[in-house]
C-alpha cells in the first residue's frame, strides 16, 4: 500500500481523445457518500473534541483542553499503552507465525494446501462478538486452558490454572492471544500470495548453493515479501488499534483499567460518563495514530528514502 | 502532495465553523414538562403500542414481568406491550442513548441516583410523574423513604426532592446468602453479630471451605460488597450523606477501613482466587453448585436460588455490630419505571405502571418469589430462603437501615472505585489509594453537578 | 531435495496450527451441543429466545444493501482513479486512501448525533450509510490498484473498437476483474456483517432493525451463564458469513493470488 501519488503521465501517454474531465463524474457519487458519512462526522469529530459536552445540554469551548486530557489522563494514556501492547499481539506476533508457515510451505510441496489456507483463514471471518463468546469460554474457569493446565498441575507442574480475562498481569496479553488468533490468517493468505509470485529458480539457486530452511528464507522470500508484509502490518496493526468488540464483550476494560483500550473509551466516555468531547478528542487521537501508523508501515515498505521508486 | 488535502480539510472546518454552534446549543429541547391533563381512560386510547424497556431477566423477576404485562393486555385488549429486556448492564449501557435518541421507548427503568435518574431528568428526559400521582395516588401507596429514592429537583442536584419521576416494582437488599449444609458441617451457628460473621469466614478458611464465593468481572459486585462492609464499619448515616453528596469523603478513616477489610478477606482466600474473573450473574450459578459457605449478594437471586437449593440456602441481613441491634445493609427498591418525556402515550404508560405496582401486583411479586416493595395483600412467601428475605427485608425497614447503593453518587463511580476495588482485591493497591481515586471522581462530579 | 524428517516435521506444524484455528470453533460447536449427550434442541432455544431470525434478516438487508451500493460506487471510483487518470486524481487517491485510516471510532460519536438529528437512527440508513462510505475508502483503493494494473494496450484496443469509457469498463474491464471484484465483496460483506459498534451506537432502542453481532452481545448480556445457549448464539450468527466465504473462497484466494494487491 502507496502513499505516493502516482507521477502524472506525460500528455502524450494518455490516450489521445479521452475526455480528462470524464473522470469526475465517475468518482463523483463514491465522493458524495465517502464525504457526506466519513469525512464529514470527521470533522464534525474534531469540532465537538473542542468542546466540554455531556451529550444532553449545550456544550462550551474547551480549546485544547481535552486533548491535554487526552495525553496526561494516567487511565486514558494506559489505554494507549495498551493498544501498543495489543499491536504486538495483533500485528508482530501474527507475521512472524506466518512467515514460518509460509516458509514451510514454499519449501515443501504440502498436501491439501487449499484446506490448510482455508482452515486458517476462517477466524478472519467469524463475526469479532461471536469469537468474544467462544474466547471467554475458553479462558472460563472450567474451560480448556485451564482443565489442561490443571492436568499439567497433576502431573506436577505448578498450577498455572487461573481467571485469565480478570487477572491483572494476564488479562491484556488474553485478549492479545484472540487478535493473534484471529490475524494469523490474513497475513499468511497475503504473504502465500506473495511467495507464488518468487520465480521457483531462485529457491532452486538458493539450494543449489547449500543454504539451509534460515537462509533461504532470509535470502530469497523475505525480501520479495515487503510488500505484502507491509499490508500485512498495516492491517492487522489497524485491527488492534480498533480494537472495541473484543474488550467490550470479554473484559469491559477490567480487572481495574488493565485491558481499557482506546476505542473502547471512546465508546464509554461518550455514551456511559457522558464525556462527549473528550470522546471525540480520543477518536481523533486514535485516527492520527492509525493514519501515522499506515504511513509509516507504508514508508518502511517503499524501502529507503531516494531509492528508485 | 498533501497540499489539496489540506486545502480541503481547511475548507471543511471553515465551513464547519459557520454552520456550528456549541453542540447541544440549537437542539432546543421539549421534554421534561409535566401534562397538564391526564386521563386514566386506558380502553378510550385506541390502539397503542407500548414499548417498556426492562432490566428484568433473571428467571423470578422475569415471570413476575412477563405475568403482570400478559395481565395488563388481558385488561386492555387495546394495548399491546412491547417489552425489550436486557440485562442490567446492558441497560445502563444503552439507556442514555436511547432516551436522547428521537423515538424513545415509553415507559423505561432508569436507575436512581445522580449517575443515571438526576442526569435524565436534568437532561429532560423523563416526564415528572406529580400530576398521575395526583390520580393514582403512588406516594400514598409507598413508604416516603421510597418515593424519596425515584424523586429528583428539577435540575437534577438533589434526590429526594422534587417531582417524582418513577415507580419501583420490588424491594432490594444486598445481604448474605448462607449454605447451611456447609455450616452445620463445620459446626457453626448463623452469626449474629459482624465479629462472629468473620470469624465464621476464617473457620471456613481453616477447614479449606471457600469463605465466600464471588464474581467481580464486571466491578458493580465489589462495590456492593464493599457497601455491605463500609455500612456494618462507618455507620448509615454518614454512608447516605456521602452517597447524596450532601457532607463526607470517600477517604474517611471508617471508609478506608472498610476498604482495608476488603482487601484483608481477599488476601486471608475468603474469596475465590480467579474473583475478578467470574461473571456477577455466575456466582449464584457457582453457589448452587456448593461453592462458598457464603455469598454476598442481591435479594433479585432468591427467587432463582430457591428453585436451586430449597431449604439449603438462606439468607440473612448483615449481622450488626452487637447481636440484637437493628441491621444495617445496601439496597432501597428495584428499578423504578419511569415515563419517557418523548412518549405519544403517557396516559397509558401511567396506567401500565399503576397496574404492575398495584396490590395485586404485589401479589404477583411474592408468587414469583420475588420480594415485593409492598407488603402483598393475601400472599406469603412459601419457600424457606424467600421467607428469610421477607423477614430480612422487613426487620431492615423496621429499623430504618437500609442505605443506598453507591454507585447512585456519580456516573464514573463503577471505573474511579470499582476498578481500584478489583486492584485491591488482586492486591495490587492500597485502601488509601482505592478511595482517593474514588473521592477525586467525586469531587469532579460534585463540582460540575 | 528436502529431507524426509523435515518434510514430516513440516506438515506436523502445519496440522498443529490448523487445529488451533479450529479449536475454539470446535469447542463451540461441542459446547452447544453440550456434547457427549448432544442436544440439537439447543440451537432452537436459542434461535428463539434470542429473535435470532430477525436479527439475521435485520444483517441481511444492512449487508446486502451496503456490499452492492459499495461495490457500484467502488468500482467506478476505481476506475477514474486507476484508468481515467483525470486532472486532480492524484489527490483525489490521496483523499480517498486517508479514508481507509479513518477508524469508525473517530466518527461513530458524530455520526449519532448528527444522524440522529436527521433522524437516521435506529433506522437501516443509519448503519448503511456510514458503512457504504467506509466501503468505498476501500474499495476506490482496491479497484484502482486492479485497474492500474491493466494493460494500457488493452485500454487502447477498446477505444480503437469505438467504446466509450462506459462501454469498456463494463464490458470489458468488470468481467476480466472479477476475482479483484469478488475479493473486495467478499471482504466488505464480511466487514459490514461483523460490524459491532456502529449499529451499537445507531441501533440502539429499536429491537426490530438490530444486527446480529449486536444481537448475540444482548443475548449474552442476558444469559450469561448458559454456555450452551451462547454458543449455539454466537454460531447461529456466524454461520452465513462463514457460508459465504466456503462458497466463494475459491474465488477470493484467486483474487488475492492474482495479485490486486499489487500497488
Known sequence: MSLRTPRARPPHARPPGEPRTIGWLYVLPALLVYAVFLLWPLVRGVWFSLYDWDGVSAGTWAGLSNYAETLTDPSLRAAFGHALILAVFYAIVPCLIAFVLVAIISRTRVRGLAVFRTVLFLPQVVAMVAVAVAWQWVYSADGPVNTVLRGLHRLGLPDWSRGWLGDFT???????????????????????????????????????????????????????????????????????????????????????????????????????????????????????????????????????????P | MLKPVGRLLAASVLVAGAVACAPGADGGRPGGRAPSEVSTEVAKAGQVTLTVWDQEVQGGQRAQIER????????????????VARSFSDLQKTLRLALSGGDPPDVVQANQGYASMGQFVKAGMLLPLTPYDRVYGWRKRYPKALTDLNSVSPDGRSIGTGDLYGVSLNGEIVGIYVNREKLARLGIGPPRTWAEFERALAA????????????NLEKLPAMQTYGVIQDQLAGKDPVRSLIFGTGGKWTDGPNVQAARTLADWAERGYF?????????????????????????????????????????????????????APPTTMGGESLPFSITSKSRHPDVAAAYIDYITSPQAMDVSVETGNLPALAAPSKR??????????????????????TPYIDYATPGLADTLGGPLQELIAGRTTPEKALEAAQRDYEEFLKGK | MISARERWLNHAILVVFAVIALFPMIGVVATALSLPDADPGVFADAWREGHFALYLRNSLIVSTVTVVAGTLLSITAGYALGALRFRGSGPLFLLFLAGLTIPTEAVVVPLYFDLRSAGLDNTYAGVILPQTAQSVAFGAFWMRAYFRGVPRSLLEAARMDGASSWTTLWRVLVPMGRPAILTMVVLTSMWTWNEFLLPLVILNADDGVRTAPLGLSFFQGGHQTDYALLMAGALIIAAPIVAVYLFLQRHFIAGMLSGAIKE
Open chain 2, 272 to 324: 475465590n482466587k480467579d474473583a475478578n474473573a467470574v461473571k456477577w450473574d455466575d456466582t449464584p450459578v457457582d453457589f448452587a453448585k456448593g461453592q462458598g459457605v457464603f455469598m454476598i449478594g442481591g435479594n433479585w437471586w432468591a427467587a432463582d436460588l430457591q428453585k436451586k437449593m430449597g431449604a439449603k440456602a438462606g439468607f440473612m441481613a448483615p449481622p450488626p455490630a452487637q447481636a440484637g
Open chain 1, 170 to 308: 494476564f488479562a491484556l496479553p488474553a485478549v492479545g492471544l484472540i487478535g493473534t488468533w484471529v490475524e494469523i490468517g490474513l497475513a499468511m493468505v497475503l504473504f502465500l500470495a506473495g511467495v507464488q509470485k518468487i520465480p521457483r529458480e531462485l529457491f532452486e539457486a538458493a539450494r543449489i548453493d547449500g543454504a539451509g530452511p534460515v537462509r533461504e528464507f532470509l535470502a530469497v522470500t523475505l525480501p520479495a515479501l515487503r510488500r505484502e508484509l507491509a499490508v500485512a502490518l498495516t492491517l492487522t496493526t489497524i485491527a488492534a488499534l480498533r480494537n472495541f468488540d473484543l474488550v467490550y464483550i470479554t473484559t469491559k476494560g477490567g480487572p481495574g483499567d488493565s485491558t481499557k483500550v482506546p476505542a473502547y473509551e471512546v465508546y464509554n466516555r461518550a455514551f456511559n460518563t457522558g464525556e462527549v468531547g473528550l470522546a471525540c478528542a480520543i477518536g481523533v487521537t486514535l485516527a492520527v495514530l492509525v493514519f501515522a501508523v499506515t504511513a509509516a508501515v507504508g514508508r518502511l515498505a517503499e524501502g529507503r528514502p531516494g531509492e528508485a
Open chain 2, 381 to 402: 412467601p412459601e419457600g424457606a430462603l424467600t421467607k428469610d428475605v421477607a423477614a430480612a427485608w422487613a426487620e431492615l425497614s423496621k429499623g430504618d437501615g437500609i
Open chain 2, 204 to 215: 471456613a478458611k481453616g477447614k479449606g471451605e471457600l469463605p465466600v464465593v464471588f464474581g
Open chain 2, 68 to 83: 403482570l404485562n400478559a395481565g395488563f393486555q388481558a385488561k386492555y385488549p387495546n394495548v399491546r406491550i412491547h417489552r
